[in-house]
């Protein structure tokens, strides 16, 4: 019979593990979508997404290309997660 210290050492990682496969999906994969919508959205009209590449040109950081970069290693990290059953 297991002891009361492995029932809580078990329910404490069982815990730890759900709550982490929920903030994976929250945070990475569906924040990863809408980043990826809006993304989508703003490509798809060329006027929208000349003014704002023009604004994210003019940033010393967050240029376009950036931007861009930072957007494909999201949905990258995403794909990665999802093919690891997350």
């Known amino acids: ?36 919508v809006l993304v989508e959205a703003i490509v798809a009209d060329q006027a929208r997404a000349a003014a704002v590449a023009a604004l994210a040109d003019q940033h010393p950081t967050h240029t376009t290309a950036y931007l861009l970069d930072k957007y494909a290693k ?7 997660l999802v093919g690891q059953g997350f």
């Open 1 to 36: 019979m297991a002891t009361q210290q492995a029932w809580d050492d078990f329910s404490a990682v069982k815990s730890q593990v759900t709550y982490i496969e929920g903030e994976l999906s929250v945070c990475i994969k569906d924040a990863a979508h809408k980043l990826q």
């Open 74 to 80: 999201i949905l990258a990290v995403r794909d990665a």
